[in-house]
């Protein structure tokens, strides 16, 4: 029986499905039949029922669900709203995740565990994740239909958990479910925020943000555990003690300390065979109310020490791609590391005895700098809660730590004003200043040692004031440094790492990042799945180079035809979903063109903005012309304090409105701001796109994941060669993908003309007369100068090179209209994007991280 196709009638697609399943379901083939009236029986094969549990499956969902809506919750089935069916819901799968954790690790200790550390997890919702990675897709849907109750109203009833601003935080969330998948015992470490990333609305265009409150009817997934929780300290002072001859003992007195205390949530893997944890941890106070203050009426002093506590877990920074710089957020740096490695070290000496052995059992991966305080955080409970000397702590320190970064972006990279850093943490600074010392010792005694090798390579940074290199402290203190995909690697051992890369050129490694095909194809794209179990066989859910298999298909017109028809369904769908939220209706047999990510300026949605202004202009000078008809959508959170990024969003709104009602335009070209991208509307609008812009300058975009994406589910990339699209070429093939501009060598040349941008501006009359419209306020004319800023910026520097790929952006985007009036040709294409992904599987990144960094085997 197909599990998966049976699910895809529970996504909630509604209509749309049917004519999805009517497309997709060959007839006479009763095996890929919709009709579930026996659709409970793959869930044998996936978890044993709890011990003494005969009862079938849907049956003792249904029983569970009610009881835990029942006696939980503490509502009847007629009072009960979506959100409380979900809650009701997610209780009784969690009991069965529950199970199979137990089933399968109960009692035994794991040879090595990973250790996750990331400042951030945007892991979206769960419940499809859970019922799918559980085989119970069919059987809670049956169970919920029994209680007269729409699995799909129940899901989206789940808020997002949106603890992270992008392609960092998904990263961590992907990972995690592919170490839970390949049975690689792992613990993931963060913060549980209150609030995460703000949810934006548009007024008149521009973003606003509101705090999103994804707690505030509590999580069903997490079980908190208060007997967990340790003790963080800030500021105070360091003193010294003797012992015997040559041994000095510090001892650190903080003035401050808080609580940790960790909320966890099990992850379930595919098939439900191994279960991890997410652990989260939230910031108390240690304090206790000052009775005495609040009898005498001051109510807010009483509690001001408490808050000042709390205040450390309340919100996720909100910036992407930009160091923040504020104390608070070096007080949630160290507050999640610490808390994190202490758990890790009582959970070692309770196992294994002594920390001795801590390299051996235990891989500590840091997530781009943020928890690198883990570097002298460790080394501080090495000497001084356990006595260690220096060079042993140091050996134990830098062979279980490792480290990933993320960007090259100079505004990126963290540094802390000592300061500071003596301010909150002193006797951490005293550990760097001494890893620092003899760091430094050690390289003016080597050729290179003159004084630019020796400032280069500290970690220090004296030139703007003293402050502490976050990046080199990570990279010294650990076993591996990795980029995230070829290129970024390559362009750290030249340019941000160069000196230290020298001194030990074996530490850099690559790890091409990832993407979990659970969420990202089978749950995201169910008709996409149908089509592929169906034609390669099941065994394509658990190993996705069977997806190889399609690739004779894509000379299939017959399955070109129903693969065109999976797409229309989704867009079909995504049209709706525009029309909802933005009122702007969209022809889904247009080309569907899609940005969607974070809004940067390197990441260029001015330079498709601006070719939809020229493509405007040439619509209106030609309009009976043969034109493409497309529809530009952009979706992504500005950071609230980016002022170039906001105004960006603003420009992508103003253009919409013009060109949206311009008579002459009609279907030809849709330009639409979707509000609010987060995962879940990423996973409506990924299997809808035809094309998939990535279009960062080159050399600026670490990797990308949104490009593994949509490139999966079929759309064709428009894209620079930078980050992982130049990969995504190597694997689909050039012939099947869409670059332009300059390479990543062709900017940093580029970058050192004189008036680059003036000179591309000059030679493009087509680009100029964009630029002008924009800036002269043709798109604004209630405020003509709005946008000068964003083309001023453009004529005079452009750091970003937007002018200077332009000319080549337009001739491609002129080639792709072309490519789409050959439809053949078009969703050949597709298919082969679709066969060839499977490398991009972050199953695939886990295993390189297991074997090659973390030494852990895989259960
Ligand atoms: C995948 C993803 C990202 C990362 O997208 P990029 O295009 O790689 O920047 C950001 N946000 C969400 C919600 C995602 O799902």
Not at 156 to 165: K, M, V
Not at 243 to 264: C, K, L, Q, S
Request: glycine letters at 6%; one cysteine or more.
């Amino acid at each position: 029986m197909h599990y998966r196709f049976e699910s895809a009638a529970t996504k909630g697609v509604g209509p749309v499905l049917n004519e999805a399943l009517s497309v997709l379901v060959r007839n006479g083939d009763a095996d890929t039949s919709a009709s579930s009236s026996k659709p409970a029986k793959a869930a044998a094969t996936y978890v044993k029922p709890r011990q003494a549990d005969d009862r079938d499956p849907v049956v003792a969902l249904r029983e569970d669900i009610r009881a835990k809506l029942i006696y939980v919750l503490g509502k009847t089935p007629e009072s009960a709203r979506d959100r409380d069916w979900f809650a009701a819901t997610a209780l009784a799968l969690r009991d069965r995740i529950v199970d199979a954790c137990h089933e399968g690790q109960a009692g035994t200790v794991p040879d090595k565990r990973v250790y996750y550390l990331s400042l951030e997890f945007l892991i979206g919702r769960l419940l499809s994740d859970a019922m799918n990675n559980l085989g119970l897709v069919e059987a809670t849907k049956q169970a919920l239909r029994d209680l007269g109750v729409d699995l799909s109203e129940v899901e989206g009833a789940e808020p997002d958990a949106a603890l992270g601003n992008g392609g960092l935080g998904r990263l961590a969330a992907c990972f995690m479910e592919s170490m839970a998948s390949l049975s690689i015992p792992a613990i993931g470490y963060g913060i549980r925020y209150d609030h995460g990333i703000f949810r934006q609305s548009l007024e008149d265009g521009w973003q606003r943000e509101a705090p999103e409150t994804w707690l505030a009817e509590g999580n069903p997934w997490e079980f908190a555990r208060q007997e967990s929780t340790y003790k963080i300290g800030f500021g105070g002072h360091v003193t010294m003690t003797s012992h015997g001859d040559h041994h000095i003992r510090r001892h650190w007195h903080p003035a401050e300390t808080v609580n940790a205390v960790a909320y966890d949530i099990p992850v379930v893997g595919w098939r439900g065979r191994h279960v991890n944890m997410l652990r989260l941890w939230k910031a108390e106070s240690d304090a206790p109310v000052e009775l005495a203050r609040f009898n005498a009426g001051d109510h807010v002093g009483a509690v001001a020490g408490r808050a000042r506590a709390e205040a450390i877990s309340r919100v996720l920074y909100p910036s992407d791609s930009s160091a923040e710089g504020q104390e608070l957020r070096l007080r949630q740096e160290y507050f999640f590391t610490s808390a994190s490695l202490q758990d890790l070290v009582r959970r070692h000496i309770a196992e294994r005895g002594s920390l001795r052995t801590l390299p051996d059992h235990a891989a500590i991966q840091l997530n781009d700098t943020h928890p690198a305080i883990a570097v002298p955080e460790l080394m501080r409970i090495l000497l001084e809660e356990h006595d260690f000397l220096w060079e042993d702590a140091w050996q134990i320190t830098s062979n279980t730590l490792h480290y990933t970064n993320h960007t090259l972006l100079p505004e990126a990279l963290e540094t802390w004003p000592v300061e500071l850093m003596e301010r909150l943490l002193p006797r951490h600074m005293q550990i760097i200043y001494l890893i620092n010392w003899l760091h430094l010792e050690e390289q003016s005694k080597n050729a290179r040692g003159g004084a630019a090798h020796i400032a280069a390579v500290s970690l220090i940074d004296e030139s703007h004031g003293r402050r502490v290199r976050m990046g080199p402290l990570a990279f010294h203190g650990s076993r591996r440094v990795n980029g995230v995909s070829a290129l970024h690697s390559d362009l750290l051992k030249s340019t941000v790492f160069k000196d230290l890369h020298e001194i030990e050129p074996e530490k850099i490694v690559n790890k091409t990042n990832g993407i979990t095909f659970r969420r990202w194809l089978h749950n995201a794209n169910p008709e996409l799945t149908a089509l592929a179990v169906e034609t390669v066989g099941k065994g394509v859910l658990d190993d996705p180079t069977e997806l190889l298999k399609l690739v004779p298909y894509a000379d299939d017109p017959e399955f070109r035809t129903r693969y065109a028809a999976m797409r229309k369904v989704r867009k079909k769908r995504l049209a709706q979903v525009i029309a909802e939220r933005t009122g702007i209706a969209v022809d889904p047999t247009a080309l569907f063109d899609v940005q969607i990510k974070r809004i940067h300026e390197y990441k260029r949605q001015l330079l498709n903005l601006v070719e939809t202004v020229a493509l405007y202009q040439a619509i209106k000078k030609a309009p009976n012309k043969d034109w493409t008809p497309r529809v530009k959508i952009f979706a992504g959170k500005a950071a609230p304090s980016y002022v170039q990024a906001k105004l960006i969003i603003k420009l992508a709104g103003d253009i919409a409105k013009v060109v949206n009602e311009d008579p002459d335009i009609g279907n030809k070209l849709k330009v639409v701001f979707l509000p609010n991208y987060s995962v879940s509307l990423a996973e409506v609008i990924i299997p809808a796109a035809d094309l998939s812009e990535q279009i960062s300058t080159a050399g600026m975009e670490a990797s990308g994941t949104g490009n593994m994406k949509l490139a999966l589910n079929g759309a064709l990339t428009i894209g620079t060669l930078d980050g992982a699209n130049i990969e995504i070429k190597d694997h689909v093939g050039a012939e099947n993908i869409f670059i332009f501009g300059l390479d990543a060598e062709g900017v940093l040349a580029r970058v050192d003309e004189p008036a680059y941008a003036n000179k591309a501006i000059a030679a493009s009359p087509r680009l100029a007369a964009a630029l002008d419209a924009i800036g002269n306020g043709f798109f604004s004319p209630d405020e003509p100068r709005r946008f000068a800023p964003l083309i001023d910026e453009l004529r005079h520097r452009d750091r970003y090179l937007t002018t200077v790929d332009f000319d080549d952006y337009w001739r491609v985007q002129r080639e792709i209209d072309a490519a789409w009036r050959r439809p053949a040709q078009w969703w050949r294409t597709a298919i082969l994007n679709t066969a060839r992904m499977a490398w991009f599987s972050s199953d695939r990144s886990m295993r390189e991280y297991a074997e090659e960094i973390w030494q852990v085997k895989l259960g």
